[in-house]
């Protein structure tokens, strides 16, 4: 597969998932705003955290409200991390490779970027906004599904696979720090209704509410924090995905599991293990936030290695050249 290909399908998947994280960042926010106490003040600068483009929303906005994040986060052109900017570079990468994808993959990138482009032209009030974050969120699943149901799972499926997992990993960890590390400022709070509320939300941005209780029962932040990072079968979790992502990339270079060819597979494989074989007290261990703050760069780590693997462009040697210069 031609690395422009293999990296247009990756980063098509990654910013579809993208646009999905993003969606259920809000919607979950929205949702809890309902839930706090009366008096108490909304928290909306958490999500601009959470994203990683914090220091670019202050640059441009200053003080984080409610309107300026949902804004920089929905529909901010100039924001490449936005819904919009993600569906408009995800149809730009899908229109690049119609060759390859389906008819119905590509149709369905399509309809998703005219259903946000059109939706977002309209404005927003509390109830469209409502409306609007649950169908990305539909658009993405239905996204996948397609994926799954009409691509053949050899090369190209693989690079879809592995792009979405591991951009799903990274705002897993990325949701979990700021709950641990910016909701709660002071200790008095933990344990507090509050505190429940929050960590209920934070289960439900991840879809994990339910199986959540099926395992543990009750909230517990410890349990929580378990099931997301270490739990191997629940499809949001860390070690879920990187599990998963290792098996897309063994299955690309055609190396046998225990084994690496390449950069991307030792460092996945490295990061992978340290959570097979870890547990929560290890997670713990000098500070949760170092601990998925470490990690975050980790995956950037293993993005930068797939790259330099997959897609970075490979000087071409005259063959004549090399040829007249053994014979010097």
């Known amino acids: ?33 309902l839930d706090l106490p009366r008096g108490t003040t909304e928290q909306w600068e958490p999500l601009v ?37 993600c569906l408009v570079a995800a149809r730009e990468n899908a229109r690049s490779v119609r060759e390859v994808i389906s008819s119905d993959m590509w149709e369905q990138v399509n309809r998703f970027y005219l259903m946000v482009r059109d939706a977002l032209s309209n404005g927003w009030s509390r109830q469209s906004l409502h409306t609007f974050l649950t169908e990305v969120k539909a658009n ?40 641990y590390f910016m909701l709660l400022p002071t200790v008095d709070e933990v344990g507090t209704p509050f505190d429940i509320i929050q960590w209920s939300a934070l289960l439900k941005s991840a ?3 339910e199986m959540y209780y099926k395992r543990f029962g009750r ?13 191997s079968t ?15 990339l063994h299955a690309i270079s055609g190396a046998e599991h225990g084994a690496y060819q390449n950069h991307a597979e030792k460092r996945l494989g490295r990061l992978r293990a340290e959570l097979d074989f870890g547990d929560l007290e290890d997670c ?4 949760l936030h170092e601990f998925l703050d470490r990690f975050q760069g980790q995956i950037n780590f293993i993005g930068d290695a797939i ?20 014979a010097q």
Request: proline share 4%; glycine share 6%.
């Open 234 to 248: 629940f499809p949001r979790a860390i070690r879920y995905c990187l599990i998963k992502s290792e098996d897309s």
């Open 284 to 287: 713990l261990t000098g500070g």
């Open 207 to 209: 879809s994990a509410l």
């Open 1 to 33: 597969m031609l690395s422009r290909v293999a990296s247009s399908i990756y980063w098509l998947n990654r910013y579809i998932e993208r646009a999905e994280n993003y969606a259920r960042f809000i919607e979950v926010n929205l949702n809890m705003t």
């Open 49 to 85: 955290f959470t994203t990683g483009d914090h220091e670019s929303f202050a640059g441009r906005y200053g003080k984080p409200t409610k309107e300026t994040v949902i804004q920089f986060l929905l529909a901010d052109p100039a924001n490449p991390n936005s819904i919009l900017s």
């Open 219 to 231: 909230i517990a932040p410890d349990d929580v924090t378990a099931f997301l990072i270490l739990d």
């Open 307 to 326: 790259y330099e693997t997959f897609f970075a462009p490979r000087p071409i040697h005259n063959h004549s050249t090399i040829v007249g210069a053994e």
């Open 140 to 179: 993405s699943h239905l996204f996948l599904g397609i994926t799954d149901a009409t691509m053949s799972h050899g090369e190209g499926w693989h690079f879809a696979r592995l792009g979405r997992l591991l951009e799903r990993a990274d705002k897993t960890s990325r949701i979990l720090d700021v709950k």
